[in-house]
């Protein structure tokens, strides 16, 4: 029987003086079997340090051909890449 992914739910209040962010929302993220709980939060931080529209999170580990944190304009084409 496979392992199926965890959900974990943040209620998050970002404040990003810099760049003249700030949001409240709440976020469902998905730890996968594999992935362990600091890289889960690393994901969650490079979300968090990157917010914006068209940012998503990915299946983390479990998606092979993409990133951890994706963002897309409204075209749909990539303008950030984001490792962790």
Known sequence: ???T????NFTLQLADMDRGVYADF???????PSETAEFMLV?????????GEG???????????????????LTGRITAWIEV
């Open 26 to 32: 709440e976020l469902r993220v998905a730890q996968q």
């Open 43 to 51: 994901r969650l931080l490079a979300y968090c340090l990157e917010y």
């Open 1 to 3: 029987m496979a392992l």
């Open 5 to 8: 992914a965890t959900l974990h």
């Open 55 to 73: 940012i998503a999170l990915t299946e983390g580990v479990a998606a092979v051909d993409e990133p951890a944190v994706l963002v897309r304009d």
